[in-house]
């Protein structure tokens, strides 16, 4: 697949995801107005879908950038940073994100944004320590590469809908609270109610891993060998992955719903052991950095 075409099918995956996102939830209130009798399910089914998708649209770089607990980055104080940013910017034709730090010891990054003229770009201040600077250009560009294939809408507004996906679940156990009425019809209701909010309640991380996996796995090796074009020296990738798969312990603020923005697993290496692999948001790093050794410039 080329450039543009993987630019426009992420385009298209944003746009389905949100129309199934708002299709399934006005279904299920539409289901609980039935069940009930009472049209209030499907107003507030149709008014939270439609305040979900606008807030995973608009707000959701915002929403990831505080559950990281990133701070805007100064030029005075990460001059380095900034230098690089805006070489690689201007090489990649992209116009100059915004840049974040996080301040935690654990080496990672990730970019976040609706779009390139709205992008971010966040590491942490463990990467910043230990990254020499053609690791450091390797590392931003993977993070300009996801902002230039448009990765970026589409792996942002996941946080959101998936995080959501938790909140509906828990909402349905805990709607048979607003029963209390005697009516075979309404106790039926509140069983199917209970039945559908554990079902929920125990798919929702299911789900919330796949919908990361459908899109993280294959985005992260597109990125590292965009990302290495852009360098045209693979290597500083490579040694940079090196460096951050040896650093066995998670970061601070690391999230399930935010795992997948990250350029490597924030919850550390050992969190990559036995059958926790088949639920990795990312390829092993010893593959990433074989398929970058192996790329011919």
Do not use: C
């Amino acid at each position: 697949m080329s450039l543009y075409a993987n630019q426009d099918a992420n385009v298209r995956k944003t746009w389905l995801l949100i129309t199934v996102f708002f299709a399934v939830v006005i279904g299920i209130g539409y289901l609980f107005a039935q069940l009930y009798g009472d049209p209030s399910f499907l107003y507030i089914a149709v008014i939270f879908s439609v305040l979900m998708n606008v807030l995973s649209y608009w707000f959701s770089d915002k929403i990831v950038l505080k559950m990281s607990g990133a701070k805007p980055a100064s030029r005075e104080a990460q001059f380095n940073l900034y230098t690089v940013v805006e070489n690689l910017a201007i090489t990649a034709g992209l116009p100059m994100p915004k840049i974040y730090v996080i301040d935690d010891p654990a080496p990672n990054a990730f970019a976040t944004g609706r779009d390139k003229e709205h992008a971010v770009v966040a590491v942490s201040t463990g990467l910043l320590k230990i990254m020499d600077r053609t690791e450091l250009e390797g590392v931003i560009a993977h993070e300009l590469s996801h902002i230039g294939n448009r990765d970026i809408l589409l792996s942002t507004v996941i946080v959101v809908l998936v995080g959501f996906i938790s909140i509906l679940a828990d909402w349905f156990t805990r709607a048979q609270l607003f029963g209390g009425h005697s009516s075979d019809r309404e106790g039926n209701g509140n069983a199917v109610f209970m039945v559908l909010g554990i079902v929920l309640a125990i798919l929702s991380p299911i789900i919330a891993t796949l919908m990361q996996l459908a899109i993280s796995r294959r985005r992260e090796l597109l990125a590292d060998s965009s990302g290495a074009l852009l360098t045209r020296y693979p290597e500083g990738l490579a040694r940079a992955l090196e460096k951050i798969g040896a650093y066995a312990a998670p970061m601070h603020n690391a999230h399930n719903v935010t795992a997948h923005l990250y350029l490597s697993n924030p919850f550390g290496a050992k969190a990559a052991k036995g059958l926790s692999k088949l639920f990795m948001t990312h390829p092993p790093v010893e593959d990433r950095i074989r398929l970058l050794r192996g790329m011919n410039l």
